[in-house]
């Protein structure tokens, strides 16, 4: 089973300032098959990222993923208010199809 | 537009059974395969299974293996999770979700576990 491991646990950050986050896979992830999840209180999960850097459909350019093997990341350029939220990384490459523990990106 | 609703969600016994369904519709449902994941009150997501469009292969996590069967009725746009044996730790929002670079997911349906 691939193990995923977010990092940091939780980012404190102002509006407009640049977010990283961090997707540490345990073996590599197959052929980039790697997402990127934004969720919201009370809200399904939404699609950011999948195959490590394409965009999901209507995401705005902010959001950029970036990374292969077993090293991913998540970059918003400029937060804007509606970003603070929890972010997922999920691998769907090999069975289980395991997702890691989540950020929270807070606002400062 | 793309539709994902389930339903069959609620309260259950330890120990009980509960089957799951998810009404697709706005794409061509026998064209993907889909997946079941789940999210318990105030943690993290986990997938609990998968199924190819034709319905011939099925894949589970350790955690449900053997309780949880994934099943879909092409002709009919459902997918469907029969759960047995349910535990306590069961207890959780159920998604129903296409292939993961569509996005497409439904709003859940909660299983409570509890005597």
């Known amino acids: 089973e691939i193990v995923l491991t977010q990092s940091p646990g939780t980012l404190s950050l102002s509006p407009g300032k640049r977010a990283t986050l961090s997707c540490r896979a345990s073996q590599s992830v197959s052929s980039s098959y790697l997402a990127w999840y934004q969720q919201k209180p009370g809200q399904a999960p939404r699609l950011l990222i999948y195959g490590a850097s394409s965009r999901a459909t209507g995401i705005p350019d902010r959001f950029s993923g970036s990374g292969s093997g077993t090293d991913f990341t998540l970059t918003i350029s400029r937060l804007e208010p509606e970003d603070f939220a929890v972010y997922y990384c999920q691998q769907y490459g090999s069975s289980p199809f395991t997702f890691g523990g989540g950020t929270k990106v807070e606002i400062k | 537009q793309v539709q994902l609703v389930e339903s069959g969600g609620g309260l259950v016994k330890p120990g009980g059974s509960l089957r799951l369904s998810c009404a697709a519709s706005g794409f061509t449902f026998s064209d993907y395969y889909m997946t079941w994941i789940r999210q318990a009150p105030g943690k993290g997501l986990e997938w609990v299974s998968y199924?190819?469009?034709?319905?011939?292969?099925?894949y589970y996590p350790d955690s449900v293996k053997g309780r949880f069967t994934i099943s879909r009725d092409n002709a009919r746009n459902s997918l469907f999770l029969q759960m047995n044996s349910l535990r306590a730790d069961d207890t959780a929002v159920y998604y129903c979700?296409?292939?993961?670079?569509?996005?497409?997911w439904g709003q859940g349906t909660l299983v409570t576990v509890s005597s």
């Open positions: 979700t296409g292939p993961v670079s569509t996005g497409y």
């Open positions: 199924i190819s469009s034709s319905g011939s292969t099925m």
